[in-house]
């Protein structure tokens, strides 16, 4: 049974029970042609109708396809963090390469800072490496965040991305604190990375952006012992591996004992 918006049952119209008269037989094919012509107006106007539907149904799906192809948050800190964003990326663009610095360079040294413990770092230097380490995180979620569309086409440079995600690591390192740490967690941050990962030219770059941002009173403060272990540090390096060549800031350093290679 049908019903009506109260609730009752559902009754027709007056004008829709009322029974046509039958037509006279000279009137016959006229109501024919008249029901003809009514049929392919319906038709049109029902076609016109549903292409419309049709039209709006696409237009939804496309609109909940874009979205599901723009990247998904991630929420910060989290150990996984780089490999949500891999999956992600593999999620909407599959076939396509995901940006390399995903896994090989954020999830890596995401686990090996993580490992480090108080044999390692001290109390402040497990603050600043916790503290780093949601900044990094931050900095990808806040560029994805002001343009979703133009961080997938990021993504999809893995070049670019690379650059983009390396320009924020000074950032990252220096307002978490990094010229305040002691100076045996400045050696143990300082050689974590694996020379291959620091070699490039975009850890290069990344050296020079933090050594730049010294101060007097930071170089002051850390003292020529350090200074001369990271010296020593890169003694070795040259020794043993062909380094791009780079032109180093100008530093306040204090007159030490030593020369730097």
Excluded: C
Excluded at 119 to 137: I, N, V
């Amino acid at each position: 049974m049908r019903v009506n918006g109260s609730g009752g049952p559902f009754r027709p119209k007056q004008v829709e029970t009322e029974t046509t008269k039958p037509a006279t037989t000279t009137a016959a094919p006229q109501a024919s042609k008249g029901s003809e012509a009514t049929a392919r107006q319906s038709s049109v106007v029902g076609d016109g109708f549903e292409g419309a539907g049709r039209a709006g149904v696409a237009g939804k799906a496309s609109g909940v396809n874009a979205a599901r192809n723009l990247p998904a948050e991630v929420r910060t800190p989290s150990s996984d963090y780089y490999k949500q964003r891999y999956d992600d990326f593999v999620r909407r663009n599959p076939g396509q390469t995901p940006p390399d610095y995903y896994l090989g360079y954020g999830q890596k040294y995401l686990e090996k800072f993580s490992a480090l413990g108080s044999k390692d770092l001290s109390p402040a230097g497990l603050a600043w490496r916790d503290r780093t380490l949601k900044a990094l995180q931050d900095a990808i979620e806040t560029k994805r965040a002001e343009d979703p569309a133009a961080f997938a086409q990021l993504e999809r440079d893995p070049e670019a991305f690379k650059k983009f995600a390396y320009d924020t690591h000074s950032d990252a390192y220096v307002n978490s604190g990094l010229f305040k740490l002691p100076a045996q967690d400045l050696v143990k941050i300082a050689t974590t990375p694996e020379l291959r990962d620091l070699l490039g030219k975009d850890g290069v770059r990344q050296i020079v952006d933090v050594i730049g941002r010294l101060k007097p009173e930071d170089v002051a403060r850390i003292g020529g012992k350090t200074i001369e272990e990271l010296a020593r540090g890169i003694d070795e390096l040259r020794k043993n591996f062909k380094l791009p060549k780079i032109e180093l800031p100008r530093l306040p350093i204090p007159s030490f004992p030593f020369r730097l290679p």
